[in-house]
């Protein structure tokens, strides 16, 4: 009897999960320059909660203050040390987010509400100098009804896109194999408008080989990518993560699943920023520079030179002045001889709908790929090895380039002379007869020859005297580019 007496108190002291609600109103100061640009909020989650909704609301001033959120569960344990009990972000995209055991608003990760303090995480993108007043709203055991409406639409949307081909487009190069893909693109999980599902629908049907699923500052993407992959038998999918930091941003690709790289470095600190980029090295992955030229605030590189970096994204979207800068700056690093790997990624954050006026293909640019087997491991080698050239879109324009002198050498590849000679051989395959091929060399036009058929090749033999690069470039008749290649080193021996 007393048994039971005892279960029977127990299971009224088991609090149900009860609904509450708390306000609380914090003062975020400008943050003085160096200064860390995130400013934490602790709140209180009891035993036994089952979900959490979290709104914010602050005066915008015209675009002076803009405010990005993300959250800390009760694993939280120091401020910008570790990324422990770090639930997920959603930037300036939302202004109320939920997270439960079974859901969550894209961006945050589902699971357990473990008990404990937990902390909302503002990261300060712009604040007015007089500071800004943030009114926060929790409910604790409630499910925000405006976010679950906004999470359920996201995730039922589905699109209807044009198939151009079906089928992978592999060129063989001996053992090795050119592959193509788009390793930069956003969707629901950041500030994105494509599903998961559509984008790797459109990567799979629009020639892509590979795809790298970058959203800003999380991992919440990981689950559904690795449940749905394995659907897709001819696409390397790559979780991803762009880095985005208020001094500039870069991508990692190939994450183990729900790692995060942290991207709470203040613009210009490239101490801090050293040790997000150690933390990519000790998961023996690459680190990739964006958009380095960009003018979006924030989006153009604080952090000094390039050379930090493997690889750089000086093709970012539709071609235009701002790659047009960044492909400058790229050859200025070339010259004196350091190697860095140029890439080209569409940063697609919608489809290519009427629906988004910003929505764009995947592929545009492709970049392209010299590997043995697509596989994760080969393709993050043969970028940081400059095994690479870039398209402007998917579709079926080659390009060919290779140093013979004792060997092949083909993109990539270091050719050592003797005599001082060396013969270049290149093929521009299925491009717009009248664009311009040029041979670029220390900065320096070699060759510029225009294309007068489909398929043209072209030889040339030149003499080497120092260290050089040699490098591709195909533009229409008015100049926009149309395909660009990473060097080709010659070194001589004396
Ligand atoms: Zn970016
Ligand atoms: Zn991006």
């Not at 800004?132 to 709203?137: D, G, H, T």
């Not at 039922?156 to 079906?166: G, I, L, S, Y």
């Not at 260290?467 to 010659?490: Q, S």
């Amino acid at each position: 009897m007393l048994k039971f007496i005892v279960g029977f108190v127990l299971l009224f002291l088991q609090p149900v999960a009860q609904a509450q609600t708390f306000e609380k109103t914090v003062f975020v100061p400008q943050p003085k320059e160096n200064e860390s640009r995130y400013f934490y909020v602790p709140f209180e989650v009891p035993r036994n909660a089952k979900s959490l909704s979290i709104s914010y609301e602050y005066d915008k001033k015209g675009g002076a203050n803009v405010l990005d959120l993300g959250v800390f569960d009760a694993r939280f344990d120091a401020a910008e040390t570790n990324l422990k009990g770090f639930r997920g972000w959603s930037g300036g995209r939302r202004n109320t987010i939920f997270i439960a055991e079974d859901s969550a608003s894209h961006g945050y990760v589902a699971g357990d509400i473990p008990a404990g303090s937990w902390r909302v995480i503002f990261g300060l993108y712009k604040v007015a100098l007089e500071g800004a007043e943030v009114k926060i709203k929790i409910k604790i055991n409630e499910i925000d009804r405006a976010a679950r409406v906004e999470y359920e639409t996201e995730k039922a949307k589905t699109f209807d896109f044009p198939v151009n081909r079906e089928g992978v487009f592999i060129v063989p190069v001996g053992s090795l194999r050119w592959y193509q893909g788009d390793l930069h693109a956003h969707t629901f999980y950041s500030d994105g408008n494509w599903t998961i599902k559509s984008l790797l629908d459109y990567a799979a049907r629009n020639n892509l080989d590979f795809i790298g699923v970058t959203e800003h500052n999380t991992f919440a993407h990981h689950a559904e990518l690795n449940r749905l992959a394995p659907q897709y038998k001819n696409l390397l999918v790559l979780r991803g993560e762009e880095v985005t930091t208020y001094g500039g941003h870069f991508n990692v690709w190939g994450l183990p699943t729900g790692e995060l790289i942290d991207f709470r470095v203040a613009p210009q600190d490239t101490a801090r920023l050293e040790k997000s980029i150690a933390q990519v090295r000790r998961l023996n992955l690459i680190a990739s520079l964006n958009h380095p030229t960009a003018l979006c605030g924030g989006c153009d590189w604080s952090y000094g030179d390039w050379t930090r970096m493997d690889a750089v994204e000086i093709w970012n979207g539709a071609w235009d002045f701002q790659d047009e800068a960044a492909l400058k700056k790229w050859d200025e690093l070339l010259q004196p001889g350091i190697r860095i790997t140029a890439i080209g990624s569409s940063d697609s954050h919608a489809p290519p709908v009427s629906e988004y006026k910003n929505g764009s293909p995947l592929g545009t640019p492709t970049t392209h790929v010299k590997m043995k087997k697509l596989a994760q491991k080969d393709l993050l080698a043969a970028i940081k090895s400059g095994r690479v050239w870039i398209s402007a879109d998917s579709a079926d324009s080659n390009l060919e380039f290779f140093a013979s002198g004792e060997t092949r050498v083909d993109i990539g590849g270091s050719a050592t002379i003797l005599n001082g000679a060396i013969r270049f051989n290149f093929g521009a395959y299925k491009f717009p007869v009248g664009a311009v091929i040029t041979l670029i060399s220390n900065g320096k036009v070699m060759l510029k020859e225009e294309i007068k058929e489909i398929n043209s090749v072209f030889a040339k033999e030149l003499s080497v005297e120092k260290d050089a690069y040699f490098r591709i470039e195909v533009r229409d008749a008015i100049g926009k580019m149309l395909a660009l290649t990473n060097p080709i080193y010659v070194q001589t021996k004396r």
